[in-house]
């Protein structure tokens, strides 16, 4: 696959793991207005990961469509972080992840409105208003629980302590990445980092909540499709329906 | 939306008053999703040029097939094409638009939301919102989200009645 390609790719697929995700905590949120919450941040989610796929298929000459690539690749074909593959687990750790996510498409979108790709440019100007949405819900969640009872500043906390060592891999340089920003067409992902974490650190902060930095061990390999545990039964549960009934429409 | 024909053709104005599917009340053009009709009188096509207002808006398919299908009963070919650039915005909907959707009772988008990728407002947000029914200023947030992903949910204090908000884009 042409770096072009892959790099979008890689976007692509980060937007609809994580939408798969929140998909899931619809009838699972502390309250109904949550769900419908994480429900339409996954639905803008799922929109760009729709515009996204359906360029690759394009620029790697295939022309295969977005359901193609979204439910006809297998495991090692996708190119997400390992970020957004991770289980559903706690209110916290969601909006950690949320935060972050968000604080990072939010700088990966502004930057990408000067791509050389037309397509990719006007995509990133569509999404950028729609994550600074999403980064700006997950940053009123933060401040609330961190700034709020014991309990919920307790398990704030510990959302951040456990989205840690998956935050890296976000702003690593791979070749990929290297290459399509050497063409004009992405953005290194290591020059998104200090503005994220200027953000980020803000609302920690102000949310009376202690930045963890120190991590035994970080994620990689997700962008050359190594990924973890969880990953292959996301995979199994968004995929199963479009591969045992080819065609199904409703 | 720009209508570039030879004559006054009533296909674009067919075009212009498709409703939206999620808030009938309004048309397509009122909401300032329909960006350009393109009439090509001698061969009966009409190009159709529309922009969504969130990316994963479920209702572009359906506007989509409307146009298609408007265009298929006045006997006109047509193509549909979506463009994402430049973004939508709430600042595209027109007075009328904005007006119907109050008589319908949705607050309309209220002044711009400036987006930039270093803003950060780290305070709980409290805005003023009038209420569509009573007019009253004295409403409350009760949810970011709401039934659309173009829609608040929240509440009067003076009525109490809850109800939707075109959010600002």
Known sequence: ?250 | MTAVSTTTVPVAQAMADIPDPEVPVVTIEDLGILREVVVHESGRHVEVTITPTYSGCPAMDVIERHIAHVAAKAGWSCTVKTRLSPAWTTDWMSERGRERLREFGIAPPSGRRPVTANRVSLSLQLRQVACPRCGSADTEEIARFGSTACKALRRCLSCREPFDEFKTL
């Open chain 1, 1 to 250: 696959m042409p770096a072009a390609a892959a790099y979008v790719l890689g976007l692509a697929d980060d937007a609809l793991v994580y939408a798969q995700r929140l998909g899931e905590w619809i009838s699972r949120g502390p309250q109904i207005e949550e769900d419908m919450a994480l429900a339409n941040v996954g639905l803008d989610l799922l929109g760009q990961a729709r515009a996204l796929l359906t360029r690759v298929g394009e620029l790697d000459g295939t022309d295969r469509s977005e359901d193609d690539l979204a439910y006809f690749r297998d495991e090692r074909e996708f190119r997400n972080v390992h970020l957004v593959e991770q289980e559903r687990a706690g209110f916290g750790f969601e909006m950690a992840r949320l935060l972050w996510f968000s604080s990072y498409q939010c700088e990966l979108y502004a930057a990408l409105r000067a791509s050389s790709d037309a397509v990719l440019a006007g995509v990133a100007e569509k999404a950028l208003k729609e994550v600074d949405y999403h980064r700006d819900h997950a940053t009123q969640w933060v401040l609330r629980l961190g700034d709020g009872t014991p309990e919920s500043h307790e398990r704030m906390q510990q959302g951040l302590v456990e989205v840690l060592p998956y935050l890296a891999e976000l702003f690593d340089d791979d070749p990929t990445s290297v290459a399509a920003a050497e063409s004009g067409l992405g953005v290194l992902p290591s020059s998104l980092h200090d503005s994220a974490v200027a953000h980020v650190t803000r609302v920690v902060a102000e949310a009376t909540l202690e930045l963890p930095t120190e991590t035994k061990w970080r994620s990689r390999g997700g962008r050359d499709g190594v990924h973890s545990r969880p990953m292959g039964y996301l995979l199994a549960e968004m995929q199963h329906l479009a591969r045992s009934h080819p065609g199904a429409q409703w």
